[in-house]
């Protein structure tokens, strides 16, 4: 029963974090062509858990594994495939990755706001992926 508390709480975190993400992109664009190129990088993100479940299910508690349980976007993840091991991570590294994963929900959080904030005003061309993050550190 605490595998489907530690479900719920992974995967709203990774909700909010690709939820938040996902604003941005479709903030700042006017149809789905314009959209395809700055998706990517979201998109490799969101598929790179599934590259490297096979390393982090054989040794869950390598370096490589618990590395990728603290890194944001993918720590909700990793964390849960650690978890289901045979050899589940201590409950501190369980509790750290979900305060890493509060802090990039934070982060992502504001990022989307401030790309919304501009991306709303803005018209003609649609930006690239280093245009985003310029936007967010001016604002």
Known sequence: PWLIVYLGIFFLLAYLTYGSLMVSVGAVVNDMREAQGLIMPLMLLLTFPFWVWFPISMTPNSAFST??????????FAMLIRLTS???PPWWQV???IGVGVAGVVAALWFASKVFQIGLLMTGKPP????LLRWARQS
């Open 86 to 88: 045979t050899a589940p």
């Open 67 to 76: 590395a990728l349980s603290f890194i944001p976007p993918i720590n909700t």
């Open 128 to 131: 690239n992926f280093t245009t």
């Open 95 to 97: 509790w750290l990755s």
